[in-house]
T-cell receptor, first 111, second 114 residues
Framework: ELKVEQNPLFLSMQEGKNYTIYCNYS?????LYWYRQDPGKSLESLFV?????AVKQEGRLMASLDTKARLSTLHITAAVHDLSATYFC???????????FGEGTQLTVNP | SAVISQKPSRDICQRGTSLTIQCQVD?????MFWYRQQPGQSLTLIAT?????????ESGFVIDKFPISRPNLTFSTLTVSNMSPEDSSIYLC???????????FGPGTRLTVL
């Protein structure tokens, strides 16, 4: 059974600081996704990582994938308040695009 | 990206009743997925709905409780049957864009069962 673990689950940081969210998974996977969810909202797709060593960046967020270590990271650079949200990683561990989600990381960026 | 709509956006229902949630996509997609997000929790896949075949349910979810229809390539419904307060959740449908390997989510249906 595929397990996906994120850490930390809660992250409070100051504006301007850098931090990394980690996503570990237990079995081989073809794809890893990062999503953002604002309170009361649905999921917004941030990144999809398809291969070992993949790195994608959008604004202050950068995601990477190490399939050998079964680890993905979401790095936040110079955080701003607008990044406050819950971030989920999700792994497609089997055929059929069925996603298993991590627990989510609730990020709060304080002025 | 695909544009996904869901109806209703929210509902409050009585114990023992059933609710059918609709999911409409603006383009034809092979697979549609139904997820549940319980309050303060992550997402859990309920089932995969393919057009022209029975839905495939994940462990812990059964057809009698969550019947699914997929009459065409742009539409699906999920019914939550014989509801109890434990069914109070957000129910989301999603679709995959195979051209870019991204999976997109609808706005969700927030269900409260009293």
């Amino acid at each position: 059974e595929l397990k996906v673990e994120q850490n930390p689950l809660f992250l409070s940081m100051q504006e301007g600081k850098n931090y990394t969210i980690y996503c570990n998974y237990s079995t081989t996977s073809d794809r890893l996704y990062w999503y953002r969810q604002d309170p009361g909202k649905s999921l917004e797709s941030l990144f999809v990582l398809l291969s070992n060593g993949a790195v994608k960046q959008e604004g202050r967020l950068m995601a990477s994938l190490d399939t050998k270590a079964r680890l993905s990271t979401l790095h936040i650079t110079a955080a701003v308040h607008d990044l406050s949200a819950t971030y989920f990683c999700a792994v497609d561990g089997t055929s059929g695009s069925r996603l298993t989600f991590g627990e989510g990381t609730q990020l709060t960026v304080n002025p | 990206s695909a544009v996904i709509s869901q109806k209703p956006s929210r509902d409050i229902c009585q114990r023992g009743t059933s609710l059918t949630i609709q999911c409409q996509v603006d383009s034809q997609v092979t697979m549609m997925f139904w997820y549940r997000q319980q309050p303060g929790q992550s997402l859990t896949l309920i089932a995969t709905a393919n057009q022209g075949s029975e839905a495939t349910y994940e462990s812990g979810f059964v057809i009698d409780k969550f019947p699914i229809s997929r009459p065409n390539l742009t539409f699906s419904t999920l019914t939550v049957s014989n509801m109890s307060p434990e069914d109070s959740s957000i129910y989301l449908c999603s679709v995959e864009d195979l051209r870019i390997y991204e999976q997109f989510f609808g706005p969700g249906t927030r269900l409260t069962v009293l």
